[in-house]
C-alpha cells in the first residue's frame, strides 16, 4: 500500500499577503470616482475613457505619455493603452454600493459617488499623485479625442 494515501488530516495556517492597491476594489473605486469627478462632463464618462486614465495612473510613465499627449495637442504618436480588468471589477463593485450608475453606455457618479469625490478632494494626504495628474488634465479628453485616437490602433502598434 502506497504511504501517501494513509493521510489523517490536512490544515492550512493563514497567513497575511499583501495584496497590490490595484487589485482592492475600494481603491480602484476611489480611482473611479476621481476619474469622474476631476476629468469628466457631467462626472460622466465612457468605459473607454475610464480605461485610458486607469491605465495612466498605473505608472509615472503612462502618466507622461497622455500630459505629452495633451501637451501636443493630441497629435503625438501615442495611440495604445492597456485595458484594466480590474477597472471592470471596480465599478461592478462601485455600481453595486451605488457610488456610479451605468445610463446608456457611459458611467456616472451617484449623489452618493459625489459626496465619495468631495471626501476624496477635501483630503490633503489622500492619493496625492493621482490627484495631481488627473487635476492637471482636468477635462481635455474627450471621448471624441479618444475615439480618434481609438481609431489608430493597428497590427503596427503590436509588438513581439
Given at each position: 500500500?502506497d504511504e ?100 446608456n453606455n ?36 474627450s471621448d ?17
Amino acid at each position: 500500500m502506497d504511504e501517501y494515501n494513509n493521510i489523517t488530516k490536512i490544515s492550512f495556517v493563514k497567513r497575511p499577503i499583501s495584496i497590490p492597491p490595484d487589485y482592492r476594489p475600494m481603491f480602484k473605486v476611489a480611482q473611479i470616482v476621481m476619474i469622474l469627478g476631476y476629468c469628466c462632463r457631467s462626472n460622466r464618462s465612457s468605459l473607454l475613457k475610464l480605461h485610458l486614465f486607469s491605465w495612466a495612473l498605473k505608472s509615472e510613465g503612462n502618466i507622461k505619455k497622455i500630459i505629452d499627449w495633451v501637451d501636443a495637442n493630441f497629435q503625438s504618436d501615442f495611440a495604445v493603452w492597456g485595458i484594466e480588468p480590474t477597472l471592470n471589477r471596480g465599478l461592478q463593485y462601485a455600481i453595486s454600493e451605488k457610488v456610479c450608475r451605468r445610463i446608456n453606455n457611459k458611467f456616472e457618479l451617484t449623489d452618493k459617488g459625489a459626496q465619495l469625490f468631495n471626501s476624496i478632494k477635501r483630503d490633503k494626504e489622500l492619493l496625492k499623485t493621482e490627484k495631481i495628474f488627473l487635476n492637471i488634465i482636468g477635462k481635455k479628453i474627450s471621448d471624441d479625442k479618444i475615439n480618434n485616437l481609438v481609431k489608430k490602433w493597428t497590427l503596427f502598434y503590436v509588438k513581439d
